[in-house]
């Protein structure tokens, strides 16, 4: 099997043309594994689509299937147009969340950055998680995938590690959920670590830095209409969220390696 490994802010899988395997659980857990395998956050599938210019379909590492993937769909659109599945440079991409429309930035014949309407980000109740004996603020924003946005006085002290997995499994969440922890540096600049559900901590994570900017706006600390500035361990992404709460993503996917299993 081939596969081209790419990332969006640190943020990788290895990406595959082709139709899904029915072993994919074990073999995005085997591949996946980053002493073991080629090392990667999961893995993501391109495929034609009935509905769209092309379908993706993304696996953990642990095997679970996503729903939708921010810095992953900007890697399939890269991929799609810089080897020459299509010249298009606006494309619909179906996904397990829906249709997502990518608008790609070309220089020399080669995607350096994509925008993505990610759809309209839905802002619950901040609501209280009890865990370890004491109470844990968040608020849950679906962006089609299930976000629980944590803010924090500082990131570095932020208890990614131990708080991460109680969260994505909290009784609360019966499906898990991706769990974000903020720091806001100003009204256009937030400060942002993930741990992601079934990859664990991440280097970024698109469709939670979404959510993260919709929390914020919904408490008063980014505006709507406004270009905001996330920054997450690999990079920063740029979000604007539009009055009737429809976001765009932009930032950059790049090529890692290309590789063929041997077994």
Not at 11 to 21: A, F, H, T
Not at 59 to 77: K, L
Not at 138 to 150: D, E, F, L, Q, Y
Not at 241 to 258: K, L, Q, R
């Amino acid at each position: 099997m081939h596969f081209t490994k790419m990332h969006g802010l640190g943020n990788d899988y290895l990406y595959v043309y082709g139709e899904v395997p029915a072993d994919i659980e074990a073999l995005s857990k085997k591949l996946s594994e980053r002493h073991f395998g080629a090392g990667a956050d999961g893995m993501i599938y391109i495929s034609p689509s009935a509905v769209a210019d092309f379908k993706m379909r993304i696996f953990n590492a642990d095997g679970s299937e996503a729903m939708m993937c921010g810095n992953g769909i900007r890697c399939v659109g890269k991929y799609v147009y810089d080897k020459g599945y299509t010249d298009k440079t606006h494309l619909t991409i179906e996904t397990l969340s829906g249709i997502k429309v990518l608008k790609l930035m070309v220089l020399a014949g080669k995607v350096k950055s994509v925008s993505v309407n990610m759809g309209k980000a839905k802002v619950e109740p901040q609501m209280d998680l009890w865990i370890d004996d004491t109470t844990l603020q968040c608020t849950p924003v679906s962006m089609g995938n299930p976000h629980a946005v944590t803010f924090v006085e500082s990131i570095e002290n932020a208890p990614i590690l131990s708080l991460g997995p109680k969260i994505e499994h909290h009784p609360s969440f019966p499906d898990g959920v991706n769990a974000e922890f903020v720091e806001v540096l100003d009204s256009t600049h937030l400060r942002m670590r993930v741990w992601e559900r079934g990859s664990g901590v991440t280097m970024a994570c698109g469709t939670g830095a979404c959510a993260a900017v919709a929390a914020a706006i919904s408490h008063g600390y980014c505006t709507l209409n406004e270009e905001i500035s996330v920054i997450l361990d690999g990079g920063t992404l740029s979000i604007t969220i539009a009055s009737d709460y429809t976001v765009t993503m932009t930032g950059p996917a790049e090529f890692v390696y290309e590789g063929e299993t041997i077994e």
